[in-house]
């Protein structure tokens, strides 16, 4: 899974540990998930939603879906359609 | 830019006091149980009465240093306890594993020492330690 944590993070000027502080985790599970080392779980995934006041999928989104997303949406708009 | 400071709440300072305290009971734990296995050959001269006070003892402090273990892991972050249980099913794997061939190994004698519990322990801690520090660079 692809995120803009580190962005996000850069943008507001805060450190891994500021940020690892504010979603009670570690630096280092902020390092690994910002490396793509590591997925958060759906918890601290709305934790960093929140954090950063965004939707989760404006932080997270999955790099297959970026590929097929637009194929999958025109399919799902005929079959609404039929 | 947004440059305020995100709110703090001391995840580094709640597991630093569950690792002393962790400490402490695993060092309670160590001289409980060397009270245990040496007190009636060295200081009580097989009493009975006190050797079941020291068994006692040792599986009340070893009870204790347990919950401290679960209350440690509990509170770790997602990815501090897949590192720690990823560890811990390595440990148990190569223990289960390890024991029938150093048993056998020992009751034909093609080791030149006893194939004891003690060993067991120490090939134990030493795969837990160093799978942990394996997992803590994975994700460095």
């Known amino acids: 899974m692809k995120n803009r ?3 996000l993070r850069a943008e507001r000027n805060w450190t891994q540990a500021q940020l690892a502080d504010a979603l ?5 599970t902020v390092n690994a998930i910002e ?6 779980s759906l918890p601290l995934a709305f934790r960093a939603a929140r954090l950063f006041d965004l939707h989760i999928e404006e932080i997270f989104h999955d790099p297959a879906l970026d590929q097929d997303g637009s194929n999958l949406a025109t ?8 | 830019m947004n440059q305020r400071k995100p709110p703090e709440n001391g995840y ?3 597991i630093r006091t569950n690792v002393i305290r962790l400490f402490y009971w695993n060092g309670a734990w160590a001289a409980a149980t060397l009270l245990m296995a040496l007190g009636p050959k060295f200081l009580w001269n097989k009493a009975l009465v006190l050797t079941l006070l020291t068994i006692g003892l040792d599986l009340a402090v070893g009870v204790g240093m347990i919950l401290a273990n679960k209350k440690y892991v509990m509170e770790l972050d997602e990815l501090q306890r897949k590192v720690f249980l990823n560890a811990l099913a390595i440990t148990v794997g190569v223990g289960l594993i390890a024991s029938p061939p150093l048993s056998v190994l020992d009751a034909y004698h093609v080791i030149h020492f006893h194939a004891n519990l003690g060993l067991l322990i120490i090939l134990m ?3 837990f330690l160093v799978s942990l520090l394996y997992g803590t660079w994975r994700y460095r």
């Open chain 1, 5 to 7: 944590l580190k962005v």
């Open chain 1, 24 to 28: 009670d985790v570690s630096r280092q």
């Open chain 1, 35 to 40: 490396t793509g080392k590591f997925d958060p």
């Open chain 1, 75 to 82: 399919e799902i708009k005929k079959d609404t359609h039929v």
């Open chain 2, 12 to 14: 580094q300072s709640r």
């Open chain 2, 125 to 127: 801690s030493l795969t």
